[in-house]
């Protein structure tokens, strides 16, 4: 079946503690995608990638890391998460950087930081 | 960068047309206007996009101003599967960046 996969799908941390959510896709897409939506914002993009080892910034990158090290992974790093990070992540993935029209998100992780 | 604005909620009956705007007065010649809707939780949806002509498809119709200054959605004939948050999304330039806009809340009612 044809997925994008996110884990953990709910987290509860503290602040400052490094962690890592995880996002696959087995649809051979070059691009992948991060958002973050928070009540009364709507859905806004994080970080972006157009293919392996190609990332760049969306809305809001402050405060996360990422990498594409090989095509089916776009993991997201939170290298010292705060309070303001708590929010409802999701990972998306389309066919190629000029094909983006239809992104297939995954089910989304709950991120709560204390 | 553009920015979209739509209404923060609608409301249609069972088996009525819907018609979701979207305005997007500093759009640019390049970008795309695609739709995205949310049911409850869960991840977005594609619905559909286009450029600069209408465009349809098995879910629904765009309906895109000469000026493209402005852009409808329109589901023909709502059920109550499609209660959810409709996004207006414009994709700045061809570089993957997407900016939602706030999206419009629709309620089905039977």
């Known amino acids: 079946e044809a997925q994008v996969t996110q884990n953990p799908r709910y987290l509860i941390t503290v602040t400052g503690k490094k962690l890592t959510v995880t996002c696959s896709q087995n649809?051979?897409?070059?691009?992948m995608s991060w958002y973050r939506q928070d009540p009364g914002l709507g859905l806004r993009q994080i970080y972006y990638?157009?293919?392996?080892?190609?990332?760049d910034k969306g809305d809001v990158p402050e405060g996360y890391k990422v990498s594409r090290k090989e095509k089916r992974n776009f993991p997201l790093i939170l290298e010292s998460p705060s309070p303001n990070q708590t929010s409802l992540y999701f990972c998306a993935s389309a066919l190629a950087p000029n094909d983006v029209y239809e992104q297939y998100f995954g089910p989304g992780t709950r991120l709560t930081v204390t | 960068d553009a920015k979209t604005t739509q209404p923060n909620s609608m409301e249609s009956n069972e088996e009525e047309p819907v018609h979701l705007p979207c305005n997007h007065s500093t759009i640019s010649g390049t970008d795309y206007i695609h739709w995205y809707r949310q049911l409850p939780s869960q991840g977005p949806e594609y619905v559909i996009h286009g450029l600069t002509s209408n465009v349809n498809n098995r879910m629904a119709s765009l309906a895109i101003a000469e000026d493209r200054k402005s852009s409808t959605l329109i589901l023909h004939r709502a059920t109550l599967r499609d209660a959810a948050v409709y996004y207006c999304?414009?994709?700045?330039?061809?570089?993957?960046?997407?900016?939602f806009g706030q999206g419009t809340e629709l309620s089905v009612k039977p």
């Open positions: 990638s157009m293919n392996v080892e190609v990332t």
């Open positions: 999304i414009l994709m700045y330039n061809q570089g993957g960046k997407l900016i």
């Open positions: 649809m051979n897409h070059e691009y």
